[in-house]
């Protein structure tokens, strides 16, 4: 049954927006932080929901934390361990007005939980997924009275609604990895009578505070700011108040201050505040540039303040058109990933500090990426507001595995999207929502874009689902890993280069020696791209990202909007290779990266077209002296040189646009150095790998977030060991054990590595290319911290910290993690010049013809869902004669099928022979410059099919994997889009 809907606001121009909100201090509202002083039990004792419950002997825990979470990369996902656990907490509620509210906030739940207070039964959330909230008002003990909250919770894979008895399609095995009870942050709400709703449609029905943006100039820095709150007001009566807006920049300072004027609260119900103004002088959110604005709306009683919540927000702008996305007036090829939404580390799961999300996400951003595509489920509030401050685009799904839905199932879907927009529609970096990780029917496609209208309908953002090329209603849309080309809205590849492999294995001539491919069978099938080297792993990288590239904005009128990698960091989800989870990943559970992220970072410079030539050599130079070997540079310039020892050793061979090799290099200790140089023949980038000697020390370096540790319970140390030479090199062939001692009030957590239970938890653990990572977990005790790193013939390294206190009272704290972290504004603001430059210009066609059968317009119809094939020749007739330098085709059965052709142009033949095998389209450079206007291709025999990219398989349904071939008939050429270009 579809959702009834709640209109929110008039219809205005679609634009951008903001980000989370936080309220203010008190007397007239308050937020604390709920997380500290939880207890744990992993079981499911009798009567635990009772106020004199005796807990003492439970697990003292702050959250966010799984209960599960040593499983974290120990355990396949398949093994992640499920059952009951309760958690429970005692507080007592700070002073106020006994008449006031009292709301609790739980940012997600695995994956049902049931909630009681004082031994009366709140309620129960069941989707796994999503923030809901509670009203404790009725059940609260005001101070100084002791409360005891219990939540029972219960992460079974296969949890079924209470009332349905349905189950939920996103509790799945291969993708969502199940890290169990409360792994996200809780709050708790201090109201007045008067107040602004939580944004929390669960259980709540609340819509919050909606901030947005509209009549941009981007080049004069100015648009129009609207805020809009949802009101409520207990009391049977009527209640007039004032509505009021402050935005203040990122450095505290107030650059506007407006009115909305008097509204009046109905007698137990709701109005909605509104209030706009122009606002010049705006820093625009942008890629890598995550400014956010704090917007403080307030409601006032005679000139008094009784409610004021604060939204620290962003304002962009975004358009959806001719196949491309623009950001704030400026085309951007999407560059990023396909990430799992649980976003793990090891023994830790989902449950990591603020900071550390930065840093990963962070991350993402300085190897390249402008987007990122959380898979299958809504992420985490943390998540969300991190993409937020690092300037890292979204794609937010509601929730599914891989399958468009009927009945219930679908229901639950869309009342998962519903309270995910509403909760997240605040947040400049979600440009994108997802309806599904297939497609959809276009009936459900039009419940979820009207879904989107009544509850985000100024946010700037397209609604559609994996695949939708024909859709008449998707605003965005992109297949697996194919190519896909539009005029129109933008399709973009969801989750491509899909191989897997170990950071460990650098190439076969590096220990310990893997054989590039080397792995068990998977499903009965050889799984050598799923067990590949880092070298070449990277190539395949070039390799799938370069059939992109080649059709980004400025190539044509159809052009490909983009493509994510599938993944960043390798996950403990599905996998095929031979370790228990999934390494994709261009940096590995640690976050330690690997050549693919080095390899993005050349070829993701720049908005569309490179930026700033760069070069990465693959691998490094430690090797026997009787090695050699091929070679590899990554590079953006024209041309690279290879120097060893300021020897030349002359020009790569040029592949895949960014790949220059040099085929056989004899090993020789010293400077391996890549120069490239431009077109002109001017250097214009250099890299360089230098031999470490032997290795003679650990080094031990620490993270922390801003301020140092918080003695939290939650907060965390990253620390990273390697092995280094006399001079401090990172000897990048070591893979000596390394045992560490930890002193003080902390928690070890540890690392990962290949072998035994992947070595989680273990306090002696390998590095792997002469680093590895560790994590050290604080406690609530505040004091000096001393972790020793030691390794047999090697000097010993020491690093000592110190945890700093932070503030709790009753159960509860006024200080946020989050509250400390700065915007990262390392890319600058969106530039004013140009994206790109228009590399060739696509000729019209004014009519197409064939004396097959079918309709030889499927050809030039931009849509990919339709084709013509035929054993006789296909005429276009251009709009005007034009020299043609390139024909662009996307045939049938295109991954498999390579047809030989015959192209004529007036006549005279300019192209002969087979068409390439690819992921996509082809691009046939005409061997002759013929002035024409009638363009003929002949079939000259029948297709050869031979699968080109045989270990491209996919998980669930075959049909992911499908190219059209099946339309094709023996001796037929097919074709879905046809394309001609000239010389710009």
């Given amino acids: 049954m579809p959702l009834k809907l709640r209109p929110l606001s ?118 796994g997924v999503m923030a809901f909230g509670f009203d404790l008002t009725r059940l609260v003990k005001p101070a100084p009275a002791v409360n005891v909250l219990a939540v029972r919770t219960n992460n079974a894979w296969d949890v079924r609604e209470a009332l349905s008895g349905n189950r939920f399609q996103w509790a799945d095995r291969n993708f969502n990895a199940n890290y169990g009870g409360i792994p996200k942050n809780v709050k708790l709400h201090l109201t007045g009578q008067l107040y602004q709703t939580l944004p929390l449609y669960s259980h709540l029905g609340g819509l919050g505070v909606y901030i947005y943006a509209t009549d941009f100039d981007i080049a004069a820095g100015s648009a129009t700011i609207h805020a809009e709150s949802e009101v409520r007001f207990e009391p049977r009566e009527h209640r007039p108040f004032t509505y009021e807006v402050t935005i203040a920049d990122a450095d505290g300072q107030v650059v506007k201050h407006f009115s909305g004027g008097e509204f009046t609260a109905p007698p137990r119900g709701r109005v909605f505040a509104r209030a706009s103004a122009r606002v010049d002088g705006l820093k625009f959110w942008s890629w890598g540039y995550g400014y956010l604005y704090t917007v403080t709306t307030t409601l006032k009683i005679d000139g008094e303040v009784v409610d004021s919540v604060q939204t620290r927000t962003g304002f962009r702008k975004t358009e959806f058109a001719d196949g491309m996305l623009r950001l704030n007036d400026r085309p951007i090829h999407l560059k990023g990933y396909a990430q799992r939404t649980s976003n793990e580390w090891p ?239 261009e940096v590995d559970p640690m976050r330690i990266p690997k050549d693919g992220f080095f390899t993005h970072q050349v070829m993701w410079d720049g908005w569309v077209d490179i930026a700033q030539p760069s070069a990465h050599i693959l691998g490094h130079w430690n090797y026997a002296p009787d090695v050699t070997k091929p070679v590899h540079v990554i590079s953006s310039a024209d041309r690279v040189e290879l120097f060893l020892n300021d020897r030349s050793l ?42 470490a000697g032997p290795p003679a020390a650990l080094k031990l370096t620490t993270r922390t977030g801003p301020g140092g540790l ?6 965390v140390v990253l620390a990273q060991i390697e092995v280094v030479d006399a001079a401090g090199r990172r000897c990048p062939t070591a893979l000596n054990d390394i045992s560490f001692t930890l002193d003080g009030p902390a928690e070890w957590r540890g690392g990962i590595a290949q072998g035994p239970d992947n070595y989680i938890l273990a306090t002696t ?169 009638t363009v003929t291709l002949t079939p000259l025999s029948g297709s050869e099919a031979r699968e080109a990219f045989g270990e491209l398989t996919e998980l669930v349904d075959q049909g992911n994997a499908t190219t059209g071939e099946e339309g094709v008939g023996d001796g037929e050429f097919g074709v879905f889009e046809i394309e001609f270009y000239t010389a710009p």
């Fill in 765 to 933: 653990l390998p590095v792997e290319g002469g680093v590895n990572r560790v994590l050290v977990r604080s406690t609530t005790t505040p004091g000096p911290i001393v972790l020793t790193a030691t390794a047999e013939g090697l000097s010993p390294a020491k690093v000592e910290l110190t945890s700093h206190a932070v503030p709790v009272t009753d159960g509860w704290s006024r200080d946020f993690a989050s509250d400390h972290l700065a915007s990262q504004l390392d890319r600058g603001p969106t530039p004013s010049g140009p994206a790109y430059t228009v590399s060739r210009v696509a000729v019209p066609v004014a009519q197409v013809t064939s004396t097959g059968a079918g309709d030889p317009g499927l050809a030039i119809d931009d849509d990919e869902t339709t084709a013509w094939s035929s054993r006789e020749p296909l005429t276009f007739q251009l709009a005007d004669p034009a020299t043609l330098t390139q024909i662009v085709m996307k045939v049938a059965g295109f991954r498999a099928r390579s047809y030989p052709l015959s192209i004529t142009v007036d006549g005279q033949e300019v192209w002969r022979g087979a068409t390439a095998r690819s992921l996509g389209y082809i691009t046939l450079d005409l061997t002759a410059a013929v002035h024409g206007q």
């Fill in 650 to 691: 002359g020009f790569g061979e040029q592949h895949d646009r960014f790949r220059f090799t040099f085929p056989a290099v004899a090993w020789e200790p010293g400077t391996l150095r890549a120069v490239g140089y431009d077109a002109m023949g001017e250097p214009v980038c250099e890299a360089r790998h230098v031999t």
């Fill in 10 to 127: 008039a219809l205005a121009l679609v634009v951008c927006v903001a980000c989370s909100w936080l309220t203010a201090a008190p007397p007239h509202r308050e937020t604390l932080n709920f997380n500290p002083d939880w207890h744990l039990f992993v079981g499911d004792p009798a009567d635990a929901a009772a106020p004199d419950f005796d807990d003492s002997a439970w697990a003292a825990v702050t959250l966010p934390h799984a209960w599960n979470e040593d499983d974290a990369f120990r355990q396949d996902i398949r093994d992640h361990s499920t059952g009951i656990a309760w958690y429970r907490k005692h507080f007592v509620l700070p002073p106020r007005d006994p008449a006031g509210k009292v709301f609790i906030e739980f940012e997600g739940i695995r994956h049902t939980g049931e909630v009681w207070l004082n031994g009366e039964r709140v309620g129960r959330h069941e989707n």
């Fill in 347 to 585: 023994a830790l799961g989902l449950s990591v500090p603020p900071w550390l999300s930065d840093y990963s996400n962070g991350l993402m951003v300085t190897s390249g990426a402008n987007t990122v595509r959380w898979m299958h489920v809504t992420p985490w509030k943390q998540d969300v507001e991190s993409a937020d401050r690092v300037g890292l685009m979204q794609l937010m799904p509601a929730g599914d595995a891989e399958n468009d839905a009927q009945g219930r199932t679908w229901a639950a879907r869309v009342e998962l999207m519903r309270d995910a927009i509403i909760y997240n529609r605040n947040s400049p970096s979600v440009v994108f929502y997802e309806g599904g990780n297939k497609g959809i029917d276009e009936e459900h496609m039009r419940e979820l874009v009207r879904l989107r209208d009544f509850y985000d309908p100024h946010g700037g953002r397209a609604m559609g689902s994996r695949e939708m090329l024909g859709s008449d209603l998707a605003e965005w849309g992109g297949e697996m890993l194919y190519v896909n080309k539009s005029a129109d809205q933008p399709l973009f590849q969801n989750e491509y280069s899909r191989d897997e492999g170990l950071r460990k294995y650098w190439d076969e001539f590096s220990p310990p020696y893997h054989k590039d491919g080397d792995g068990p069978l998977y499903k009965g099938f050889p799984a050598r791209s799923y067990n590949r080297n880092q070298d070449s792993h990277a190539i395949e990288n070039v390799t799938r990202w370069v059939e992109f590239w080649r059709e980004r904005p400025g190539t044509g009128t159809r052009v490909n909007a983009g493509a994510l990698n599938i993944i960043f960091s390798d996950t403990n989800t599905h996998h095929r290779g031979a370790e228990n989870y999934r390494r994709s990943g």
């Fill in 710 to 715: 918080r003695a939290d319970g939650a907060d």
